[in-house]
């Protein structure tokens, strides 16, 4: 008897105990159950497509990587010098500063020039960056922390992420007026009109060169007629450089619109990337920084320690302190030539048009068919990745197009002139 009863506590214990243990574990699976999956990146989704398509004639037209004529990433013989340079190097014991500071004036020498007063004056911040994309991400919480009611204006279209970016750290947002899908070009008046009507002290994201995804640039005169006007506004222009090299081939002539905007004395945050332009996607290298033209009367009237403040507030609420990269990147034997692959590929529908991104014309149906039927992947808002285009699927992707497009002649003729 007593046996039988110590067996009967023991069975309700146990039961007792499962029970909490079920309980405990539904209330753990609880936390998440409520997360979703964030919206696919357009890229990521036309990328996982053509690598599931098992077809061997297909062509990638979404990724923004460079390329080959074989449709090969590249690999830049200064990248493999600086990976020679650096063999056995010690990188895991400490962050050199020095190292660090090296790699932002080597940024800053990029795109102002070796002599430019940004380097002899020192009036900066910078701090590398997860590529272009986690500097636009670092400058948004800044934005979000210092400007708690400002906006920021991303051009339409843009890169899609951009949206993402700012949402996330939850910086309002507006659009200005920019492509003109009529003429396929830039829609200057409008432009400038929503630029004059933007609340004063508003922030810009702007794409200095091959802008993504339409591949319309300003001419220089409308760079300085755009700079003036912000001026007049006292907005905040935050450039986002992830082409510098890819518009013309020149990395000097790909700066010039940063140039003119440092010139006419602004205050100027950018994001640089070099995951295109140095073919080191994987790698994710890239710099955040913000520079001034301050013109002072005493030696004293220094702007460093403001630069300085800035710096500490986006490093050390992110991740305490950058990794480096390869300072030999700057300029190590470093020669563009996309301006050329462009060249080699015909595209002269618009000489407006430059960089490694052009809009098709093309409809999303259209789009979705040249998947289905021909194997050809690109964003559903028809952009087109010129990196993807070689020699030899040149004609394939000719012909597919005037099948999708041979009973819509605007389309047609639309993309035939970039073929």
Request: with cysteine; aromatic share 10%; glycine share 6%.
């Amino acid at each position: 008897m007593m046996m039988m009863m110590m067996m009967m506590k023991l069975t309700k214990r146990c039961v007792s105990t499962s029970t909490r243990g079920r309980a405990a574990a539904a209330a753990v699976g609880d936390w998440w159950d409520h997360v979703k999956p964030s919206p696919k990146d357009p890229i990521v989704g036309v990328t996982e497509a053509f690598l599931q398509d098992p077809t061997l004639k297909k062509i990638n037209l979404g990724v923004g990587a460079y390329r080959d004529d074989q449709g090969k990433p590249v690999v830049l013989q200064c990248v493999r010098d600086a990976e020679t340079k650096i063999a056995g190097s010690d990188f895991l014991e400490s962050i050199s500063a020095a190292a660090t500071s090296k790699f932002i004036q080597g940024s800053l020498e990029l795109v102002y020039g070796k002599d430019s007063n940004v380097i002899t004056e020192g009036t900066f911040a910078g701090i590398q960056a997860l590529s272009g994309t986690g500097a636009c991400r670092l400058f948004a919480e800044f934005q979000k922390r210092f400007y708690p009611e400002s906006r920021m204006y991303l051009s339409n279209p843009t890169w899609s992420n951009h949206q993402n970016i700012w949402r996330d750290a939850h910086v309002p947002q507006r659009t200005f007026n920019y492509y003109d899908p009529d003429t396929k070009g830039l829609n200057f008046a409008a432009l400038m009109d929503d630029i004059k009507n933007a609340p004063e002290k508003s922030f810009f994201l702007l794409h200095p060169c091959a802008h993504n995804p339409t591949g319309v640039d300003p001419t220089e005169e409308q760079w300085r007629e755009i700079s003036y006007l912000f001026k007049v506004k006292n907005h905040f222009p935050f450039f986002d450089m992830a082409y510098q090299g890819f518009a013309s081939g020149d990395l000097d002539n790909d700066a010039k619109a940063i140039r003119i905007f440092h010139e006419d004395g602004h205050l100027i945050g950018c994001a640089q990337s070099y995951a295109k332009n140095m073919g080191l996607y994987a790698h994710r290298v890239g710099c955040l920084r913000q520079c001034s033209l301050f013109q002072c009367k005493a030696s004293n009237c220094s702007q460093k320690p403001t630069t300085a403040n800035c710096q500490s507030n986006v490093q050390q609420s992110s991740y305490s302190w950058p990794i480096t990269s390869l300072n030999n990147l700057r300029r190590f034997g470093y020669k563009i030539t996309m301006d050329q692959r462009v060249k080699d590929h015909g595209r002269s529908h618009k000489k407006e048009t430059v960089g490694m991104f052009c809009f098709s014309g093309l409809s999303p149906d259209q789009v979705d068919q040249l998947a289905r039927e021909f194997h050809v992947y690109m964003t559903r808002d028809g952009r087109i990745s010129m990196a993807g285009v070689t020699s030899g699927n040149v004609n394939y992707l000719a012909n597919a197009i005037h099948q999708v497009t041979c009973c819509d002649q605007e389309s047609m003729n639309s993309v035939y002139n970039i073929l």
